[in-house]
């Protein structure tokens, strides 16, 4: 068993197809099949039902055990780099689109002087994809939202309220807020099934025992603001996100909702080895974003 088939094999199932992983491991579409066909028939099981592009029972045995391999091996060369002293190095840093971008692109000019040899590569996906990313090993750190799950260590950034996106036909009271009650009748424009953003207004419409009708899903944040401006439902973001997409005909109020605030992280595993460059970039955010929350956990 090699690790090249093993990458070839997980890239399969996380890219959704062949092609895709064949562009991420740098090979043809070709090598990639053969690999994959390698490892089924080192193993003597089918691991992936090719019409759906699925793991196989057995499949997903290998896609959770590989994965793990995979990930130990990156922090294992991460960690005889380090050894080494290697003149440059690199922090794999994954943002999401709502709101990675405003809150953490000042520090990269700062990061980028401290540290110049240092090469950021950065992963930009929605905060549920960039979990699955992390205990994988394909990124150190990433900004996700919290509470986040037992394999990981977090140290908190920001946190901020949630408002409502409201369309020209929603009826304007004067109120600065709004519950999922007073909502409830409306159709939601959510974020893609990617975006951790999504649980918490989920969550608050359970809580009210409220299923809600979702008119349209996007990863697009101008296209979602437009689609309220549409008048096609009611969308919701961090307060500082839709004050930087402000719209004509749209209103907003702030969601009155327990356990709906907007609390950014940065996430690592927990088993997991933090290079020097990733431990630099959580003192940079702590110092940058000194929050009575922000309290830093050891990796």
Request: a negative charge.
């Amino acid at each position: 068993m090699e690790i090249r088939t093993l990458r070839a094999f997980v890239e399969v199932i996380r890219q959704g197809g062949f092609s895709a992983a064949a562009q991420t491991v740098f090979a043809t579409q070709s090598t990639v099949s053969k690999a994959v066909k390698q490892l089924e028939d080192e193993l003597g099981l089918p691991l992936i039902d090719r019409a759906r592009i699925a793991p196989t029972p057995a499949g997903e045995i290998v896609l959770r055990r590989a994965s793990a391999i995979l990930a130990e091996r990156d922090d294992l060369l991460r960690e005889l780099d380090e050894l080494r002293g290697l003149k440059r190095g690199a922090l794999s840093l994954g943002i999401s689109p709502i709101g990675g971008s405003t809150l953490f692109a000042p520090l990269f000019a700062i990061y980028a002087k401290r540290y110049p040899d240092i090469d950021i590569r950065l992963e930009e996906q929605g905060s549920k994809r960039l979990e699955e990313i992390v205990m994988a090993g394909e990124v150190e750190l990433a900004a996700s939202l919290l509470p986040v799950g037992d394999a990981f260590d977090f140290q908190p950034v920001r946190a901020e309220p949630m408002v409502a996106l409201l369309p020209p036909g929603y009826p304007v009271t004067g109120a600065d807020a709004v519950d999922i009650p007073t909502i409830r009748d409306w159709p939601l424009v959510l974020f893609d099934s990617g975006f951790a953003i999504n649980r918490l207004i989920e969550t608050a419409y359970t809580r009210h025992g409220i299923v809600p009708e979702v008119a349209a899903r996007s990863g697009q944040i101008d296209f979602m603001v437009e689609l309220v401006a549409a008048g096609l439902g009611i969308a919701f973001m961090p307060r500082s996100v839709a004050a930087l997409h402000r719209h004509p005909a749209v209103a907003t109020a702030r969601l009155d909702e327990p356990d709906t605030d907007w609390r950014i992280a940065l996430v690592w595993r927990k088993s997991g080895y933090l290079s020097a460059a990733a431990r630099a970039w959580l003192d940079l955010t702590l110092e940058v974003y000194p929050t009575p929350e922000a309290t830093r956990i050891s990796p």
